[in-house]
């Protein structure tokens, strides 16, 4: 097994929460913005992929430096040793950034490192010609202020790890994958109390906390770009695979919910949770949320409304949360988080909430409110 410098990469302001599943798999990190730098071997690279429910991606860093020519990118990338991870018909594709840096020109600096990798792997397997017929490598050269990290992408370019293979299909807006893991993690929520989610949409949200429920991989059901490697053995990603089926918890008995009002979404919701080999786990129902009422004590209410962003859908949407309000005064025992951009939303809502919680939905700045009931007692 050889040692790797990895990145688990972040949305803003997740860091914490992919630093904590990263050291859950026992492996010390350091949190930066937007990443998890962390050292591990190729079964590293394999369980990151299957268990990281809240990154978006597993990078390996291939080197690291100072330049501020072309001249310096091209021989201090050449100097590396890429022939450890990319193989003499492997097709290799890269991609580049540049952020405050006098190498400004990302076009360029992607076409001097490719040119750079072209001549380390023509010295080291002594071939002028190569084909690019088999394994697909994305390298990516990122450069912040005149330091230029070079990254190979062990996930996936088009397949990060918020695709979890169980979205057949999907409505207007989907939350991401890793977003709603990263909203279930920041409730009180435990397998053994009810879970419901009415604006469901697609499912994600339910599907998601049976996923964390049941102790089931995320990735679990999915390919990664790095299975294709020649460098890793497949006994590795056996491991993985064999670790994830044997941590997972089927017995486990779950109360989750999910409603919508539109009947569509319930459809999705259904066929989303059967590919996820959790259709008779999830509950989906077609109802408006103001007609949510629970028997249930200590449950978990977990929203992400309509915001209003479009002007013609905010009376209606301020209407909304008002009901919402008085319709959740029921839940005297719940604990109620409300994902919104809407600013006012607590002055609608008719509460002050216990936490606020600054999330980013794709581009739109939220706050997951969290309006916090009683301890359950002790059982």
Known sequence: MGKYTLIATSAMGLEALVAKEVRDLGYDCQVEN???????????????NMWLRTADRVKLIVGEFKAFSFDELFEKTKALKWSRFITKKAQFIVNGKS???????VSDCQSIVKKAIVESLKKAYKIEWFEESAERVDVEVAILKDVVTLTIDTTGKNQGLHKRGYRVSQGPAPIKETLAAAMISLTNWYPDRPFVDPFCGSGTLPIEAALIGQNIAPGFNREFISETWPWIDQSVWE?????????ANY???????????????????????????????????????????SKEEYGVLLGNPPYGERIGDRE?????????????????TWSIYILTSYEKFEQ????KATKKRKLFNGSIRTDLYQFWGPRPPRK
């Open 34 to 48: 937007g990443k998890i730098i962390f050292e591990g071997d190729e079964l590293a690279i394999a369980r990151c």
């Open 99 to 105: 952020h405050k840096s006098k190498l400004f020109s």
């Open 239 to 247: 491991k993985a695979r064999t670790e994830a089926e044997d941590m």
């Open 251 to 293: 017995d486990q008995k779950l109360k989750i919910l999910g409603s919508d009002i539109d009947h569509k979404m319930i459809e999705i919701s259904k066929q989303n949770a059967n590919e996820a080999g959790l259709g008779d786990i999830v509950n989906f129902k077609q109802m408006q949320v103001t007609d949510f009422t």
């Open 316 to 332: 209606e949407v301020e209407q909304m949360y008002r009901e919402m309000g008085k319709a959740f005064q029921t839940l005297d």
């Open 348 to 351: 609608l809502y008719g509460k």
